[in-house]
């Protein structure tokens, strides 16, 4: 009887726990907002390597994935791609938010690939 009760409270533990962990991206609640912020479109996404390009105004801009969430190839995304640095995109084409890091930005089209050749290597 010990052991049945002792079993059961670590099963309900175990699944208490990982209930309790989720990725590390939400359905946006005001999309007015990130319209407003600098869009791009995913011009390189691959299931090989975390980093991805995205073309904005400015130019190309080189993100890494966090989370493992890589956004498809010709998604739209909102967020500020003119700055290095770690913080939440929006992407409109699936309606969801997730974190990334702008590692470059304003790149040219050859300067993306050979940039892109480094970090993926």
């Known amino acids: 009887m010990k052991k049945i009760f ?64 890589k956004p498809y190839l010709g998604d739209n995304i909102y967020g500020n791609f003119s700055n290095y640095g770690t913080r939440n995109f929006y992407n409109y084409s699936e309606g969801s938010v997730f974190s990334g890091e702008v590692v470059e930005y304003w790149l040219t089209y050859n300067q993306a690939q050979s940039l892109l050749d480094y970090y993926c290597r």
């Not at 962990?21 to 791009?40: A, M």
């Not at 080189?62 to 493992?68: C, E, L, M, T």
């Open 6 to 69: 002792t079993l059961s409270v670590i099963a309900f533990s175990l699944a208490l726990v990982f209930t309790g962990c989720v990725k590390d991206q939400y359905r946006v609640t005001d999309e007015q907002y990130w319209l407003s912020k600098e869009k791009g479109s995913v011009v390189y996404s691959s299931s090989y390597c975390s980093y991805f390009v995205v073309n904005t105004y400015n130019g190309y801009a080189i993100v890494r994935g966090w989370n493992g969430y």
